[in-house]
T-cell receptor
Framework: DAKTTQPPSMDCAEGRAANLPCNHS???????VYWYRQIHSQGPQYIIH???NNETNEMASLIITEDRKSSTLILPHATLRDTAVYYC????????????FGTGTRLQVTL | SAVISQKPSRDICQRGTSLTIQCQVD?????MFWYRQQPGQSLTLIAT?????????ESGFVIDKFPISRPNLTFSTLTVSNMSPEDSSIYLC???????????FGSGTRLTVV
């Protein structure tokens, strides 16, 4: 699986958009970009995934660059409950695929 | 998405003993995954458990230390054997239901070995 690089920590004011970057320069053509988050003392929670098109769901938006070497997870209106460690993972799609977690970005949302 | 029940949620164990962690899913799933999260660290995959076959272990993890059972499509156990303080971690199971929902994780078992 391709390796990902994320900043170790970020701060965001409540109500503002949180933009979390991820570099995955060695991604291969059939690998997807997944985002998960882990709120303290809980198991990771799936947020969103994409291949090459931008994706949006009720939680977040995922912007993938045209060359697919980087992506940005956008939380449009961050709240205190969004404080968590966010993991960007590159993996094949399907039940046989395993997720390899990096160190993630610790997002702190403040008042 | 699937609901995972993991037991126990936490335990304190004596070194040299073994602990079996249970993972129950409310729907049938093909693959189940076991992860370890050491204090302050990210998640590391221990093994992949497929019903009807032996688990596939990642580098650095062996069956004698972490035996896994997968008797049916909704249940799996992970045993941490002959424990030492270095085994103190959160152990999580995960399933992939297929489709667009991503992987679902249990809430984890927080193990402390003294």
């Amino acid at each position: 699986d391709a390796k990902t690089t994320q900043p170790p920590s970020m701060d965001c004011a409540e109500g503002r958009a949180a933009n979390l970057p991820c570099n995955h320069s060695t991604i291969s053509g059939n690998e997807y970009v997944y985002w998960y988050r882990q709120i303290h003392s809980q198991g990771p929670q799936y947020i969103i995934h994409g291949l090459k098109n931008n994706e949006t769901n009720e939680m977040a938006s995922l912007i993938i660059t045209e060359d697919r070497k980087s992506s940005t997870l956008i939380l449009p209106h961050a709240t205190l409950r969004d404080t968590a460690v966010y993991y960007c993972i590159v993996s094949l799609y399907g039940t046989a695929s395993k997720l390899t977690f990096g160190t993630g970005t610790r997002l702190q949302v403040t008042l | 998405s699937a609901v995972i029940s993991q037991k126990p949620s936490r335990d304190i164990c004596q070194r040299g003993t073994s602990l079996t962690i249970q993972c129950q899913v409310d729907s049938q799933v093909t693959m189940m995954f076991w992860y370890r999260q050491q204090p302050g660290q990210s998640l590391t995959l221990i093994a992949t458990a497929n019903q009807g076959s032996e688990a596939t272990y990642e580098s650095g993890f062996v069956i004698d230390k972490f035996p896994i059972s997968r008797p049916n499509l909704t249940f799996s156990t992970l045993t941490v054997s002959n424990m030492s303080p270095e085994d103190s971690s959160i152990y999580l199971c995960s399933v992939d239901e297929g489709g667009a929902g991503g992987y679902t994780f249990g809430s984890g078992t927080r193990l402390t070995v003294v």
